[in-house]
């Protein structure tokens, strides 16, 4: 019996399918924190008898969450890259620039990136502060000191992931379903360096900057749909 899957596609198949499962994990994880811990955990601290319940879902809920969220955006990314590489091949790495495909999946791959480096390298090694205070407090000790901070910086680039992630389902989504009409002599320069200052201003806003603006689920979610269409003008009119 031949099976397909076994055949000269079927790697692609294997690492596109643990793309998928793994990207809606980490991608579920990051609206749920989003979409209605954050909202949970504000009514929580704003009454009195409720409050106690946010030290209990931070030491018990909270880490079950973030493994399956910082290990499906590892699984999400390797698999990924392997894609790419696989996708690339074939194609010759002299032609991508040219392509509609590679204008699309680079754009979504370079959001993804970030937010994959947010998880890793601000949200995780902050989130443990957070719960390691929990844990302090509920052994009847006192906050750690640095909790609040590590917990503002999570917030932050959680946010800035959401925000993120809009463009970034689009642009993977188009890379096969909206070819684009690619002037032959674009600069693909000029598009990754006009791309590379909005996203990367967008970033340090993440590390630095100020969360207000996004601070909530409709605005982020709105501002993610401008962000989508700020950088798909940008490509339609540089490409």
């Given at each position: 019996m031949d099976w397909s899957f076994f055949g000269a596609n079927g790697?692609?198949?294997?690492f596109r399918l643990v793309h998928y499962f793994a990207g809606v994990v980490w991608i579920g994880m990051l609206y749920f924190f989003n979409?209605?811990?954050?909202d949970w955990f504000a009514q929580l601290m704003a009454d009195e008898k409720l409050k106690p319940a946010q030290g209990i879902?931070?030491?018990?809920?909270?880490?079950r969450v973030l493994k399956w969220f910082r290990y499906g955006a590892l699984f999400t990314f390797i698999s990924g890259v392997a894609l790419l590489g696989i996708k690339a091949k074939p194609i010759g790495f002299a032609y991508l620039g040219t392509s509609?495909?590679?204008?699309f999946i680079a754009t979504g791959a370079l959001l993804g990136t970030i937010m994959f480096l947010n998880v890793w390298l601000i949200i995780w090694p902050?989130?443990?502060i957070v719960m390691a205070s929990a844990e302090q407090v509920a052994a009847g000790g006192q906050a750690l000191p640095e909790a609040a901070g590590a917990g503002a910086k999570a917030r932050r680039a959680s946010r800035h992931n959401t925000l993120f992630s809009v463009p970034m389902l689009l642009f993977m989504g188009a890379a096969s379903h909206l070819p684009l009409n690619i002037n032959p002599d674009y600069s693909g320069w000029t598009l990754t360096a006009v791309l590379?200052?909005?996203?990367?201003?967008l970033e340090l806003n993440a590390i630095f900057g100020n969360v207000k603006p996004i601070d909530n689920t409709m605005r982020v979610t709105h501002f993610g749909v401008l962000l989508s269409v700020v950088l798909y003008a940008?490509?339609?009119?540089?490409?």
């Open positions: 790697n692609e198949m294997f979409f209605v811990q954050m879902a931070v030491r018990t809920l909270l880490p509609s495909w590679w204008i902050n989130q443990k590379g200052l909005i996203i990367g201003g940008v490509i339609e009119m540089i490409a």
